[in-house]
Structure formats: C-alpha cells, structure tokens
C-alpha cells in the first residue's frame, strides 16, 4: 500500500517560513515525479511546485522565487520550503506522485499565514 504523508504544516506570521516535508512509504519515490499542490477555502486545489526524478524543479508562478522544492532519496522525502510567506499562501498542501498508472495524495497539511 502506497502512503504519501504530509507535515511540517502550522501558523506564521507573514514573512514567515516553513518547510513541509512529504514522505512515501510502501513504494520508493526516487524515479517519480512529486508534485505540491494547495487548496485554499472555497478555491480549486492548484499546483504549486513540482521536481523530476532528476531533480529539475518546476513552480507556479505565484511562488517562484519564494519557495523551494527539493529531494532526498536516501529519506524517500521532498520537501518545499516555504520563505517569506504571504497571508494568500495560506491553504491546506498536498503532496501527489503516481505510481502504478494510479494518482496519490497525501492527507494534506495545514499552512497558516497571518498578517
């Protein structure tokens, strides 16, 4: 059973930073595209940040230049890191990969920014 489980969610105050981390368990993530997407209150889930296998990183614009998306395999991990956060960055934040033909999300993790 593949699991793909968020963290490092939680409140800060704008300007901010955090670092969610999103771990598969059950299949190994190192050949697979991962992807972070967010789904703010009343508002369609939409792309955030995505990372090859190789390590190539891809952002929406909205983040880029603020956020970081990165992997380490020997973890089976990716994290975002999340600088210099904007109250409009807050929304709950899954982590999707596919393996198998078959698409995966995790839980999600709530991010909070006050102003």
């Known amino acids: 059973q593949v699991r793909l489980v968020e963290s490092g969610g939680g409140l800060v105050q704008a300007g901010g930073s955090l670092r969610l981390s999103c771990t598969a368990s059950?299949?190994?993530?190192?050949?697979?595209?991962v992807g972070w997407y967010r789904q703010a209150p009343g508002k369609q889930r939409a792309f955030v940040a995505q990372i090859t296998s190789g390590g190539s990183p891809n952002y929406a614009s909205s983040v880029k230049g603020r956020f970081t998306i990165s992997r380490d395999n020997a973890k089976n991990t990716v994290y975002l890191q999340m600088n210099n956060l904007k109250p409009e960055d807050t929304a709950v934040y899954y982590c999707?990969?596919?393996?198998?033909?078959?698409?995966?999300w995790g839980q999600g993790t709530q991010v909070t920014v006050s102003s």
């Open positions: 999707n990969s596919n393996f198998a033909w078959t698409d995966y």
């Open positions: 059950g299949s190994i993530i190192s050949d697979k595209l």
